[in-house]
T-cell receptor
Framework: DSGVTQTPKHLITATGQRVTLRCSPR?????VYWYQQSLDQGLQFLIQ???????AKGNILERFSAQQFPDLHSELNLSSLELGDSALYFC?????????????FGPGTRLTVT | AQKVTQAQTEISVVEKEDVTLDCVYE???????LFWYKQPPSGELVFLIR??????QNEISGRYSWNFQKSTSSFNFTITASQVVDSAVYFC????????????FGQGTRLTINP
């Protein structure tokens, strides 16, 4: 158990809908990262937050957004969903940047868009 | 740009054999970090090791060992006396030491250990 929690574990929704994925980092970790794992793209970095502020963006679509709250939990919002958004979404946390402290991953949320 | 290549898409061996997973990386940074993660069939990503670019010493942890060679930009992972529980997808990853420090992953190697 990494100490990172993600809810829900599975999500099935229709095209055009909006969903919110939730992540609670390990106790004491200030950084939260979101990654998407799909068959065609592999594991890709989406966005990073550090202590409530956005730090870096990767290949995140404009239909996607995220935030980190004062209690350090984070939410990833996916809107106008398309079939291609079906993937496993991981949240990871680290005490600081991954360069000094490794990232620990949550169990993931499997999103299926039908 | 950073890139990680795991040329072996799938490897299948018989239990108790030794197996090496290859990882080659590209970066222009002089300081960086390398990682290995394991993704068992249950789907979670499990951290195995972090190595910084200054430290080229090989590391051994039980049946696992890692060989970092800066000269060839490789960070290979060997499992000795493999077991069925080692069956998983293994990912090599790279991060810069400064800035975003996001992980750049290879495509993964699916390792199957047959009894």
């Amino acid at each position: 158990d990494s100490g990172v929690t993600q809810t829900p574990k599975h999500l099935i929704t229709a095209t055009g809908q909006r969903v919110t994925l939730r992540c609670s980092p390990r106790s004491g970790d200030l950084s939260v990262y979101w990654y998407q794992q799909s068959l065609d793209q592999g594991l890709q970095f989406l966005i990073q937050y550090y202590n409530g502020e956005e730090r870096a963006k990767g290949n995140i679509l404009e239909r996607f957004s995220a935030q980190q709250f004062p209690d350090l939990h984070s939410e990833l919002n996916l809107s106008s969903l398309e079939l291609g958004d079906s993937a496993l979404y991981f949240c990871a946390s680290s005490a600081r940047g991954a360069g000094r402290n490794e990232q620990y991953f949550g169990p993931g949320t499997r999103l299926t868009v039908t | 740009a950073q890139k990680v290549t795991q040329a072996q898409t799938e490897i299948s061996v018989v239990e108790k054999e030794d197996v090496t997973l290859d990882c080659v990386y590209e970066t222009r940074d002089t300081t960086y970090y390398l990682f290995w993660y394991k993704q068992p069939p249950s789907g979670e990503l499990v951290f195995l090791i972090r190595r910084n670019s200054f430290d080229e010493q090989n590391e051994i942890s039980g049946r696992y060992s890692w060989n970092f060679q800066k000269s060839t930009s490789s960070f290979n992972f060997t499992i000795t006396a493999s077991q069925v529980v080692d069956s998983a997808v293994y990912f090599c990853a790279l991060s810069e030491a400064q800035g975003a420090q996001k992980l750049v992953f290879g495509q993964g190697t699916r390792l199957t250990i047959n009894p």
